[in-house]
């Protein structure tokens, strides 16, 4: 029972975090308020006059896979107008390999 629980708790966190999921969620006109309470705070900024641009960083594409890419959404007035993902960065399938030698 215990081992489902915590099962299920790490599912739900791990779903949590995917900022890649959440992003079709996005329409524009969404205030700079609604924006940042569907995908959380923004890892950076930048203002051009009357435009700001929220940036996600390395973020999750989605729940069932490891690759990762930047969000950015272009606020104009505080008003959503532009969004999208930047170049997918995709997990190298090598880097968690563990090679174990037995030694006699």
């Not at 099962?7 to 959440?22: D, H, P, Q, R, Y």
């Amino acid at each position: 029972m215990f081992r489902t629980t915590l099962l299920l708790i790490i599912t739900l966190f791990l779903a949590s975090c995917v900022t890649g999921e959440k992003v079709p969620r996005l329409s524009e006109g969404m205030s700079k308020a609604e924006v940042m309470a569907l995908l959380g705070r923004p890892d950076g900024f930048r203002r051009s006059g009357e435009y700001e641009a929220l940036q996600y960083t390395n973020r999750l594409i989605s729940g069932w896979s490891w690759d990762r890419t930047d969000y950015t959404v272009i606020l104009k007035d505080e008003k959503l107008v532009e969004y999208g993902a930047g170049q997918v960065r995709q997990r190298d399938p090598n880097s968690n390999v563990l090679i174990l030698v037995t030694l006699r």
